[in-house]
């Protein structure tokens, strides 16, 4: 019997503590004038055991398309069912569109499930990407007329977090991933995982200092490659990290960027089906086909080059160049099994914050709003924590404090609880 009471006062108070308001989240927003929709990604933790089609809709994605973003191998029988580990990481590569003069994805949908509630699909299913007061915003009052109890299988509109930068970051191109900090993490050990430097995220984020709290959401410039297609190609645009794989042209070509190089490397996708010619015209080279002939003036290399999706048909290039060195055989990032346990790098501590990297320029660029009322894990112990200050002129920052009353009552409760139970 005593062991009972004990384990049911903490799965109480964890329900609890999942539900209260966090103190003072931020989130990186970039302000944007036109109607175009750029590339992006949002950092996604496995909140339970999903299949792939599963993470897939969560995200109003193509599930080849998530897989290879996250150079998971689609050969793979029955790859779309393979269930995925609880607390995964994965990155989701969702469209960034430009909504009332701010960056942000409204292409994501959810259709709600018995016991959902907006902190529980803000919280949980969402793993703090989106705030319940954010979902509520976003939907129209008939669907959430009492938000407390959703009617099962509403189609919820989720927004989510995304910036583009112009897809470059120092110049160089970039895709920027929105991540949702934890409570372990710190700001060095966010740039060495992610191969910038805390200068680089203080500037991009807005950041006055190097304090980042559980529940922040950064956004993380991703080296990539860039495509050079003309503005009338469908995939025009096209970005593509370092490390990953993307999938265009109606799931006919997959291009890759990285390990060696920053040029975006295309060929025919492993999956292609019915397809229009992907060979170069005037050749009999296919798309990303490289031929080398060493001359007294250099390498001779002819390339078929993919050069976007136009009008339904797949545009390629031949271009042929006089360079010192002939080039090696391509590289492609390394294509995982998909994964059925987690990786041992999940459970190893971020590295320790260094005192490094010199105060920030002011960046012109970006500004940071509190994520209003977003609702996971456990508040900081000892309540509201001074805010990161200083911002550039650009920022509009205001903390939604955690309320004392509530923290009180917790502390009575918690109190209370506890003195019952021994
Ligand atoms: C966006 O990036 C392109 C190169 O990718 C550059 O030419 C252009 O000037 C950039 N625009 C802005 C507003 O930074
Ligand atoms: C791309 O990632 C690889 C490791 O996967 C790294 O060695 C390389 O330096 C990265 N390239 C760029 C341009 O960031
Ligand atoms: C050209 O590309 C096709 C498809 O990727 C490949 O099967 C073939 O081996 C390549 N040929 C040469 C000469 O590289
Ligand atoms: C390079 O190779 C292409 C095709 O193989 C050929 O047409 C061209 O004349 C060559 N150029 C030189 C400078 O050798
Ligand atoms: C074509 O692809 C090759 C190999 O990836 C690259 O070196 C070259 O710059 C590309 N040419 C153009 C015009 O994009
Ligand atoms: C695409 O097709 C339309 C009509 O089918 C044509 O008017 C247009 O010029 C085409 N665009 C390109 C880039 O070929």
Redesign the pocket.
């Known amino acids: 019997m005593p062991p009972l009471l004990p384990t049911a006062t903490l799965l109480f108070l964890l329900t609890l503590g999942a539900f209260l308001p966090r103190a003072a989240s931020k989130s990186t927003i970039e302000p944007c004038s036109n109607s175009d929709t750029c590339s992006s990604l949002v950092g996604y933790t496995l909140y339970t055991d999903l299949k792939v089609s599963e993470v897939a809709s969560l995200f109003s994605v193509d599930p080849i398309s998530l897989l290879l973003t996250n150079a998971i191998d689609i050969s793979y029988p029955d790859v779309e069912n393979h269930i995925l580990p609880s607390q995964l990481f994965l990155k989701i590569p969702i469209p960034c569109s430009c909504v009332d003069g701010i960056r942000k994805s409204n292409s994501v949908s959810y259709k709600t499930r018995p016991s959902d509630t907006l902190s529980s699909i803000s919280s949980a299913v969402y793993g703090g990407l989106v705030s319940a007061d954010q979902i509520k915003e976003a939907n129209s009052k008939a669907e959430l007329s009492d938000p407390s109890v959703i009617a099962v299988g509403t189609q919820l509109n989720i927004p989510l977090p995304c910036t583009c930068f112009n897809n470059t970051d120092n110049n160089l191109p970039a895709v920027y991933m929105s991540y949702v900090v934890k409570d372990v993490d710190t700001l060095a050990g966010i740039a060495a995982r992610y191969?910038t430097t805390v200068s680089d995220l203080m500037n991009v984020n807005a950041l006055g200092s190097a304090e980042i709290k559980d529940g922040d959401i950064l956004a993380i410039p991703l080296?990539a490659c860039a495509s050079n297609f003309p503005t009338y190609a469908k995939d025009y645009g096209l970005v593509v990290p370092?490390?990953s794989y993307a999938i265009t042209a109606s799931h006919c070509v997959q291009c890759s960027c990285?390990?060696?190089s920053?040029n975006l490397y295309c060929m025919p996708a492993s999956l292609a089906v019915s397809c229009s010619s992907m060979q170069c015209r005037s050749s009999n080279l296919m798309l990303g086909n490289i031929t080398t002939q060493q001359t007294s003036a250099g390498c001779n290399v002819t390339s078929c080059n993919y050069s976007g999706f136009v009008n339904g048909s797949i545009a390629s290039t031949l271009s042929t160049s006089l360079q010192p060195r002939c080039p090696g055989t391509q590289q492609f990032?390394q294509l995982i099994a998909p994964p059925t346990v987690l990786p041992d790098s999940v459970f190893s501590p971020a590295p320790a914050p260094s005192e490094s990297g010199g105060i920030p320029t002011t960046n012109p660029k970006s500004s940071v709003v509190p994520s209003s009322g977003a609702v996971l894990g456990f508040p900081p112990a000892g309540g509201p924590t001074g805010s990161p200050s200083g911002s550039s002129g650009a920022g509009f920052l205001t903390d939604h404090s955690i309320s004392f009353p509530i923290m009180l009552v917790l502390g009575l409760f918690v109190k209370f609880v506890l003195s019952f139970s021994l």
Request: hydrophobic share 10%.
């Open positions: 191969v080296s370092n490390g990285g390990p060696g920053r990032p």
